[in-house]
């Protein structure tokens, strides 16, 4: 499947506890539905062709030739249909009883997987050390071991593995764990009742599994048409991936649709380890075409913000927490008791600004001991020098305007450049004289210089070498532009002086400049999205192509699949290349970055970041975008 998507499926029928035939068309039927849908693997529950809460009847000879009459139908029904199905059935063999997945594709039985589990009802029959054969009516088949896996060669890196029974506190086998750490999708058939606290319940085990082993789980439960003798079901499926929960269903006729990204499965376990295997476990292949997977999941423009809205106070709360309090242990670490931060009126150094002012506040200093420095020259405007001015007044800070413009001067003097030469020179002089400032101020107070860069403008270099590049600590090196503005965002929203908030909200509605070459009637000019892309895009490309690992080509997918129509095929492409060449061009600034605190699980600090070479080649990247331009655009 191309970018490694499987369509998944997890159903749920209403049943007639103990009709195999009705059970068998109804199950049948759910095949076809989920076929018509692009679904490749489907999941049903446990003991579905009988119901689970058959009871002791569930051992009758009646009920047991009825279900393998039922499963020979089912598997009959199914030629044609590129789909792996899990159907389950109870199985009798040498005087055990089993509890079975029957594994079906394309009108073949590839086996039958048992429980591995002993049950205090009628089943007696547990572990299957080495595979049998035997027959159900006219088909012969493989009695499997319970830690089989199934894998085919149309989707890199997928396996499947079955786990029957799923009770929401039952003890998973040891070796049936060992399976399903090697699978990257789980078949989770289950025999839950519905309870008032199961749905919660089986979301956490579920988020809690697919996390804990990196992989997708389907998960089926029974569902209406069960006995209500003792218990109500539910019919609750689900399908999750790495702790999210991508799709559910609960209630008649349950079908939950997603699909699985087995191609992220495999590279988060690349990069954080895999399983122990010592290949004990036996695969059986199955041939299912290579198709493109029409997406039906839905992907956020901002992965690295919390998805729920009511999660955005707790999640900004926390991270200026993270920023505080790093920055509080370097200050008491060095001997040092101010904050020396240059101000420009950008969301970065506004965040920065506050941050310091309760770091100083938490130490118990004087709000002053903050030193904002707004430095003035050829490129500020008024509108970013008094909104800087503004906040950093309204956090009790020292403010100092310092305009450089005259030495400035003197420096392109000294190194015959003339002032209006405007090429990167003069940009650039300007940077670091604003960094030169900025540290020789705190080391004549006693200070931290206190870097404003983010994780976005290292990514993509978007700063001076040497110049905002480089802080004597950073605490913003580990959030996103898009995490930047957030936490501004809800500063602005719970603040109760009206005038702060005012600037901040104007800050939030300034573009992004750097505010380095002149300007004309007091107006931004210089916007810095202008030359690298919207940053709201270029951090969907950081969560994609460098925590995830996926290639360009499919991040450029779920861009569009998140970003609709904001952006044309063109733009999309265009941002998508630049982004691909500063990512390797920019590296040397990234290879002797200063100290700061990580907030979330990627940063690029050179110690314990993501790492690169500062002279690796672009060309494999870069070559894709441009193929896929050729393709889209012809």
């Known amino acids: 499947m191309k970018h490694g998507f499987i369509k998944v499926g997890a159903a749920s029928p209403v049943i007639k506890v103990a009709d195999t035939d009705f059970n068998a068309e109804r199950i049948i039927e759910c095949i076809k539905d989920a076929a018509d849908k692009g ?54 063999d040498g005087g055990k009883l089993y509890s079975c997945a029957a594994v079906i594709y394309n009108g073949e039985l590839m086996g039958l997987v048992p429980a591995e589990n002993c049950y205090d009802g009628p089943f007696t029959g547990s ?22 896996l199934f894998t085919c060669d149309a989707v890199d890196g997928f396996t499947v593995a079955v786990e029957l029974g799923a009770d929401l506190d039952a003890v998973i086998p040891p070796s049936v764990w060992h399976a399903q750490a090697g699978a990257t999708i789980i078949a989770q058939m289950a025999s839950f009742p519905e309870t008032v606290t199961s749905t919660g319940n089986a979301q956490l085990n579920a988020r809690y599994q697919s996390k804990r082993l990196r992989c997708g789980l389907v998960m089926a439960a029974p569902g209406k048409g069960e006995s209500t003798t003792d218990n109500v079901y539910s019919g609750l499926c689900m399908v999750s991936e790495d702790g999210e929960i991508l799709a559910q269903s609960e209630g008649e006729n349950s079908l939950a649709i997603s699909e699985i990204d087995v191609e992220h499965m495999v590279n988060i376990r690349l990069e954080k380890g895999g399983f122990w295997d010592d290949n004990s476990h036996d ?74 002012a309760m770091a100083v506040k938490k130490l118990g200093l004087p709000a002053e001991n903050v030193v904002a420095c707004t430095l003035p020259c050829f490129g500020t405007s008024s509108r970013t020098k008094s909104n800087a001015i503004v906040v950093a007044e309204q956090c009790g800070a020292e403010v100092r305007v310092i305009d450089i413009g005259k030495s400035v001067y003197q420096h392109f003097d000294d190194i015959g450049h003339a002032h209006d030469d405007y090429s990167i020179a003069f940009e650039n002089a300007q940077a670091r004289m604003r960094t030169m400032v900025l540290m020789d101020i705190a080391n004549k107070v006693n200070g931290l210089d206190v870097g404003t860069e983010d994780l976005s403008e290292f990514i993509d270099g978007w700063c001076t070498y040497n110049g905002d590049h480089t802080s004597m600590y950073d605490v913003n090196m580990g959030l996103t532009k898009t995490q930047v503005r957030a936490n501004v965002r809800f500063i602005a929203e719970h603040t109760q002086d009206k005038v702060l ?53 499919k991040t450029f997918r779920l861009a569009k699949q998140a970003y609709g129509k904001q952006f044309t095929d063109e733009e999309l492409l265009r941002w998508l290349k630049s982004y691909c060449k500063r990512l390797f061009s920019q590296q040397f600034k990234r290879s002797c970055l200063m100290d700061g605190p990580a907030v979330g699980s990627f940063s690029v600090s050179p110690r314990n970041g993501f790492l690169m070479p500062s002279d690796g080649e672009n060309t494999l990247f870069v070559k894709e975008v441009e193929e896929l331009e050729k393709e889209i655009l012809a």
């Open 283 to 356: 695969e059986y292949l199955f041939g299912m075409e290579p198709v493109e997977t029409q997406l039906t999941r839905t992907y956020s423009m901002y992965p690295h913000l919390p998805e729920k809205p009511e999660d955005m106070d707790d999640y900004c709360r926390r991270v200026l927490d993270i920023q505080v309090t790093a920055l509080c242990k370097r200050m008491e670490y060095a001997g040092l008791d101010h904050c020396v931060v240059g101000i420009s009126g950008g969301v970065d150094s506004t965040l920065c600004v506050m941050v310091c």
């Open 501 to 553: 908030a005012a600037a901040l909200w104007d800050v939030l509605d300034c573009p992004v400049t750097p505010e380095l070459l002149p300007i004309h009637d007091d107006q931004i000019e210089q916007k810095s999205e202008d030359a690298v892309g919207s940053y709201s895009l270029q951090d969907f490309f950081t969560h994609k192509m460098l925590m995830c690992g996926f290639t360009p080509s």
């Open 39 to 92: 679904v490749k693997v489907l999941v049903f529950p446990e003991l579905s062709l009988t119901g689970c809460s058959c009871y002791d009847l569930i051992s009758h000879k009646v009920l047991l030739e009825g279900a393998k009459e039922a499963l020979v139908h089912v598997v009959s029904a199914t030629e044609g249909i590129d789909m792996l199905s899990f159907v389950g059935l109870p199985f009798a």
């Open 127 to 148: 572990a299957v050390e080495e595979a049998k054969l035997v027959n159900i009516g006219k088909l012969e088949t493989l009695l499997l071991r319970s830690d089989s």
